[in-house]
């Protein structure tokens, strides 16, 4: 199949990028050709894809830059055939659009409501023209004719979609992510666990939480430092090991400068680390113990299935996606409120439990679970929707 892929970049930064990375690679493996238009792509990436550039001549302002994304791509991509267009960003019209970000008007609850204390500055923000153009290429990506199918990557994010834009549920597919069980699997940390923990000046007495992911206020960064302060004031874990919180990602040196005082002025300076971002994530899952992602709002989170899979056992906010994928007491927790620090606290304390054993039991159930989410499995079903949309469109063509 000749297929065409919309999104502003090809990286391996970001967890939709890293997704679309992925399925372009499984693409081009079974034999398809694959058109990507972007604004940039890294400069290591896979040769047989054919790249076009988007121009950005706007990238300064954020509406503009939406705006002319949406009208080049759907210039450039209407001006060829293609048997698929599968988008991934703020366009308003393709045959397959993969749900990675959830409903505006969802978000604005998190990222306007939450951030915000002033209502004039909240309204302004929603009546912002950036705002205002998202909203109006969401409504126009959602009408029934503009699409040929829609997948999520969350039952949390199909219920946005069916409830803000009248949709049926059969309408609206939910297609878990797949993970790469050759690349995360727990003969990695047989291999890393030591090596990392000796760079990296964790003992192997200690019990690393690591969280991964960019934009701290959203990923929830403080409620886990504060879930932190409050078992080190009922003090610590049992058998005198020591928690140790790990942070993987990319955030405002500003803000990161901020976080590490809060840590630093409450004692908790040499237990609190922000290592940047990283690409080679089974790595510090592999030297890790518990993975944490106490989230305000993600429509998934591929870093979950990610530590499953290196049987590694996880504690999920409810506001991400992921939390459909753990079942709590068994593979991990879910914390129902992410901005609740003592709840946190408590899922720690259960999770790590009275000694190492707990957390190897959960971690050896996480495992067994993610192994129901294939990458193949996934793209098998993806398979089927792209030669059910290329028949539909055949059947039209022949018809008119």
């Not at 993969?98 to 409903?103: I, L």
Request: aromatic share 10%.
């Amino acid at each position: 199949m000749k297929i065409a892929i919309t999104h502003t970049r090809y990286s391996l930064v970001g967890g939709v990028e890293k997704y679309i990375y992925s399925l372009v690679e499984r693409l081009l493996d079974a034999g398809h050709e694959v058109h990507y238009f972007c604004h940039f792509w890294e400069k290591d990436a896979d040769p047989r894809i054919r790249f076009h550039k988007i121009p950005n001549p706007f990238k300064q302002f954020r509406y503009l830059k939406v705006w002319s994304f949406d009208r080049w791509s759907q210039w450039k991509v209407n001006n060829a055939e293609f048997d698929i267009v599968h988008g991934f960003t703020k366009t308003a019209q393709q045959d397959i659009y993969t749900d990675g970000s959830g409903c505006l008007l969802d978000y604005q609850e998190y990222s306007i409501k939450e951030g915000e204390s002033s209502e004039l500055v909240q309204r302004l923000k929603r009546l912002s023209p950036h705002q205002r153009l998202v909203q109006r290429l969401e409504e126009e990506r959602f009408t029934r004719g503009n699409f040929r199918r829609i997948t999520t990557m969350s039952i949390f994010a199909q219920e946005q979609v069916c409830r803000r834009y009248g949709l049926a549920e059969e309408e609206v597919e939910v297609i878990y992510n797949g993970i790469d069980l050759r690349n995360f699997n727990p003969s990695l940390t047989e291999k890393h666990r030591a090596p990392m923990r000796e760079q990296l000046n964790y003992t192997d007495k200690d019990v690393v939480a690591l969280l991964v992911g960019n934009d701290y206020r959203r990923k929830g960064v403080i409620t886990l430092m504060e879930a932190l302060k409050k078992i080190e004031d009922q003090g610590g874990l049992p058998e005198g090991r020591k928690l140790q919180v790990a942070v993987v990602g990319k955030e405002r040196p500003a803000r990161e400068k901020e976080l590490y005082k809060w840590a630093q002025d409450r004692g908790l300076g040499k237990q609190v680390r922000f290592f940047g971002p990283h690409r080679d994530i089974a790595k510090w899952h592999a030297m890790s113990d518990l993975h944490i992602l106490p989230s305000r709002f993600d429509i998934f989170g591929n870093v979950v299935l990610e530590a499953m899979a290196m049987g590694v056992p996880t504690i999920v906010s409810a506001k991400a996606g992921a939390a459909e994928v753990v079942k709590p007491a068994e593979t991990g927790y879910i914390q129902q409120n992410p901005k609740d620090s003592d709840e946190l606290a408590s899922l720690i304390l259960k999770a790590v439990g009275p000694n190492k054993e707990t957390l190897q039991t959960l971690g050896e159930n996480a495992r067994l679970e993610a192994e129901q989410y294939s990458w193949e499995r996934h793209f098998s079903r993806m398979l089927e929707i792209y030669a059910e949309v290329k028949e539909a469109k055949a059947q039209e063509k022949t018809r008119s």
